[in-house]
């Protein structure tokens, strides 16, 4: 396999392993509740574990500190939004998981944040790698 493809694969596992750990591992009960408002405390505090792991991420992948400190606070202002957009439509469906449509909504949230990652990866090749 070629260097760079190896290094891409990586980097997808590694911010897999990242996301586990961030969305469903450590987020605390003050990150859960009432994300529904925007200015939410607990949600950027969880959207700043997820960037304070891509840091972790990105240093192991040898990444500048320029290219770490900027994908980072974008993948922060990412996350938030895209965590505030499904608690306003879960709250707003009043949406509970024994509905399906609960499920729709967390599977669109995931999905997002792993096409995050893929554009993350892909800032990665063309100014890091």
Request: proline share 3%; charged share 10%; aromatic share 12%.
């Given at each position: 396999?070629p260097d760079l493809a190896g290094a891409i694969l990586?980097?997808?596992?590694?911010?897999?392993?990242?996301?586990?750990?961030?969305?469903?591992?450590?987020?605390?009960?003050?990150?859960?509740?009432?994300?529904?408002?925007y200015f939410h405390g607990g949600r950027a505090q969880?959207?700043?574990?997820?960037?304070?792991?891509?840091?972790?991420?990105?240093?192991?992948?040898?990444?500048?500190?320029?290219?770490?400190?900027?994908?980072?606070?974008?993948?922060?202002?990412?996350?938030?939004?895209?965590?505030?957009?499904?608690?306003?439509?879960?709250?707003?469906?009043?949406?509970?998981?024994?509905?399906?449509?609960?499920?729709?909504?967390?599977?669109?949230?995931?999905?997002?944040?792993?096409?995050?990652?893929?554009?993350?990866?892909?800032?990665?090749?063309?100014?890091?790698?």
């Open positions: 396999m990586l980097l997808l596992c590694l911010m897999q392993v990242k996301h586990m750990f961030a969305d469903f591992y450590l987020q605390t009960p003050k990150m859960l509740s009432g994300r529904g408002e969880h959207a700043g574990v997820h960037a304070l792991g891509s840091v972790i991420v990105f240093v192991i992948m040898g990444a500048s500190v320029p290219f770490i400190l900027t994908i980072c606070a974008l993948e922060w202002l990412v996350h938030f939004n895209i965590d505030y957009c499904k608690a306003r439509y879960s709250d707003s469906k009043q949406l509970t998981p024994q509905q399906a449509v609960f499920w729709r909504a967390v599977g669109t949230d995931q999905a997002l944040h792993q096409l995050t990652y893929i554009a993350m990866v892909a800032a990665w090749v063309k100014c890091a790698a």
